[in-house]
């Protein structure tokens, strides 16, 4: 084990983390330490991590059907709903939208405190960083190009005529394929799973946290918290670079 000694607050004690007496002034997260000593590579996922909001809301807002899929979206995030099932359903409630409001919603998408400086600093690094969503690459690639964050992997929409479909094409970016994504990543650099730090805030997120060497719950929900190994309650992702050791 190490510890990454962070100053400003941020970190809950939990099991596999070890905080301040409550003032807020210090916290140390104690994370496992990889056989090179510090984690070499890093993993997002993107709504309402990597960005503030959800890319799938904003297009529902559009549609004017913002309130239901709303719902479906915090019932799969809690881990209610299963996560593919919670897609196609909100999904199909987006077809005739013209395809050209996309561009919209990646001209409103306001990336997470603290996002930029913890992409430069880890790339500065040398440390791989990778972005996996359950929304949709026509957002999310733009995005991690904009941010310098080379690897990616996301649903796509299915559009005709110009139009989105309500439907996405082949399998559905969920919880399984965020862990592949994550085990592909860590083969292709040749880092050990032990030395990687996967990021999330909801029930599709499990799998790869679990099976990174350092979860990291960030301003998550409660099921998401319990398998998490550090808890990260402030919304600036620049914490993250201190738990990588740079």
Do not use: W, Y
């Not at 085990?183 to 880092?191: M, P, S, T």
């Amino acid at each position: 084990m190490r510890a990454v000694r962070r100053e400003g607050g941020g970190a809950d004690v939990r099991p596999g983390t070890v905080g301040d007496d409550g003032g807020g002034a210090v916290d140390v997260a104690v994370v496992p330490a990889s056989a090179s000593g510090l984690p070499r590579l890093v993993v997002l996922d993107v709504d309402s991590t990597l960005i503030t909001g959800e890319v799938v809301e904003m297009l529902a807002a559009r549609a004017g059907v913002e309130a239901e899929v709303a719902r479906v979206t915090d019932a799969a995030m809690r881990g209610e709903v299963d996560f593919a099932e919670s897609l196609h359903r909100r999904v199909a409630l987006l077809a005739g939208l013209p395809v050209t409001v996309l561009a919209g919603v990646l001209a409103d998408v306001v990336p997470t405190r603290g996002a930029q400086v913890m992409a430069r600093r880890l790339a500065g690094a040398g440390v791989p960083v990778g972005v996996v969503s359950g929304g949709f690459a026509e957002v999310v690639e733009p995005l991690a190009a904009s941010l310098g964050v080379p690897h990616t992997r996301a649903n796509r929409l299915e559009v005709a005529a110009g139009r989105l479909t309500g439907r996405v094409e082949g399998d559905v970016v969920d919880a399984a394929a965020k862990e592949s994504f994550l085990r592909r990543l860590a083969a292709d650099h040749g880092v050990p799973l032990e030395a990687a730090v996967a990021v999330g805030d909801g029930a599709n997120d499990l799998a790869m946290v679990r099976a990174a060497g350092t979860g990291v719950a960030f301003c998550a929900r409660p099921v998401l918290v319990e398998a998490a190994d550090v808890v990260l309650r402030r919304r600036d992702l620049s914490a993250l670079v201190p738990l990588v050791g740079v």
